[in-house]
């Protein structure tokens, strides 16, 4: 499970270059896929996704289980699905160019507990189920991250 | 060749707050926008684009989130 030194990217311009990942969120009862790219975010207790993202993928959302949490700007409503996520191979061509290359899989997370949000987020890919699991490196300066299993170390 | 930038995957600002359709994970020209998920993957189709990356664009910093359970 190599992610080293993958390219931070950023959405909008604003933004500061951060860990995003390609990946691909799969409903295990439904089989339906979506790809959307996930920010690895240390401060999200848990992955998260939007309603309108989790609808897509043929979730009947208000049958999760519920709960309030908080975010940055204020408190939502959220529902717990499981889904499995596959995290694409992704690499530099160039300064400026990243490419994610679909045919190849660097990490597959099964029966994720995901918490859809009841308001527009970018996807995150938090602690529980995710990161608790790995070590999260992050060279701000290079713009590059890393997440490997280093527990045997 | 010309090689996209795409570190950035949505430089233009008039996007923020919204969701945009991309070409593809590796080709990030919009090819459709919207309030929705739906509505700009719609668009997209609209211009034959019918697998597009559709994905949502913070406001500002917006990405910085926090999700915290009580």
Redesign the interface.
Same mark, same amino acid.
């Given at each position: 499970m190599p992610i080293v030194d993958y390219p931070m990217r950023r959405i909008n311009p604003e933004e500061s270059f951060a860990p995003y990942l390609t990946c691909q969120f799969i409903n295990p009862k439904t089989e339906v896929a979506q790809d959307d790219i996930a920010l690895v975010d240390t401060g999200s207790s848990a992955c998260a996704v939007s309603a309108g993202f989790a609808k897509e993928l043929g979730y009947n959302i208000k049958k999760g289980i519920w709960g309030r949490t908080r975010t940055a700007s204020n408190h939502v409503q959220y529902w717990q699905h499981t889904f499995k996520i596959h995290i694409y191979t992704m690499y530099e061509r160039g300064p400026e160019n990243i490419f994610v290359d679909k045919n190849n899989i660097v990490l597959t997370l099964e029966n994720v507990a995901v918490d859809v949000m009841d308001c527009d987020t970018p996807i995150l890919l938090g602690v529980r189920d995710f990161l608790e699991n790995y070590t999260l490196t992050a060279n701000y300066p290079r713009r590059l991250f890393s997440i490997q299993d280093l527990r045997a170390f | 060749m010309d090689?996209?930038? %795409? $570190?950035?995957?949505?430089?233009d600002?008039q996007?923020?707050?919204k969701?945009v359709a991309l070409i593809s994970?590796?080709d990030n020209t919009v090819v459709g926008c919207g309030k %929705? $998920?739906?509505q700009a993957r719609k668009k997209a189709s609209q211009q034959g684009y019918d697998e597009p990356?559709?994905?949502?664009?913070?406001?500002?910093?917006?990405?910085?989130?926090?999700?915290?359970?009580?």
């Amino acid at each position: 499970m190599p992610i080293v030194d993958y390219p931070m990217r950023r959405i909008n311009p604003e933004e500061s270059f951060a860990p995003y990942l390609t990946c691909q969120f799969i409903n295990p009862k439904t089989e339906v896929a979506q790809d959307d790219i996930a920010l690895v975010d240390t401060g999200s207790s848990a992955c998260a996704v939007s309603a309108g993202f989790a609808k897509e993928l043929g979730y009947n959302i208000k049958k999760g289980i519920w709960g309030r949490t908080r975010t940055a700007s204020n408190h939502v409503q959220y529902w717990q699905h499981t889904f499995k996520i596959h995290i694409y191979t992704m690499y530099e061509r160039g300064p400026e160019n990243i490419f994610v290359d679909k045919n190849n899989i660097v990490l597959t997370l099964e029966n994720v507990a995901v918490d859809v949000m009841d308001c527009d987020t970018p996807i995150l890919l938090g602690v529980r189920d995710f990161l608790e699991n790995y070590t999260l490196t992050a060279n701000y300066p290079r713009r590059l991250f890393s997440i490997q299993d280093l527990r045997a170390f | 060749m010309d090689v996209p930038n %795409n $570190r950035t995957l949505v430089p233009d600002p008039q996007y923020q707050g919204k969701y945009v359709a991309l070409i593809s994970c590796n080709d990030n020209t919009v090819v459709g926008c919207g309030k %929705n $998920r739906e509505q700009a993957r719609k668009k997209a189709s609209q211009q034959g684009y019918d697998e597009p990356f559709v994905l949502y664009v913070p406001v500002g910093h917006g990405a910085h989130c926090v999700h915290a359970h009580r």
